[in-house]
């Protein structure tokens, strides 16, 4: 797997876990990052992911 850039500067990590807030714009691109990530990692474990719009309420 690769490493993610910048993954062990403080200042950078400590802005990534920071909350969502103000406009799209000022949290897109963490929103993406996250979501980039995330599917790397499980598509790299083989982790089943199903859209929230394939379930169907029962």
Do not use: H
Request: proline content about 3%; glycine content about 2%; charged content about 30%.
């Amino acid at each position: 797997m690769e490493k993610v850039l910048d993954w062990d500067d403080e200042v950078v990590a400590t802005a990534r876990f920071k909350a969502f807030s103000g406009q799209k714009s000022d949290w897109e691109p963490r929103y993406l990052f996250w979501r980039d990530l995330i599917l790397t990692v499980a598509r790299q474990l083989n982790f089943l992911i199903i859209k929230p719009s394939e379930i169907k309420n029962q």
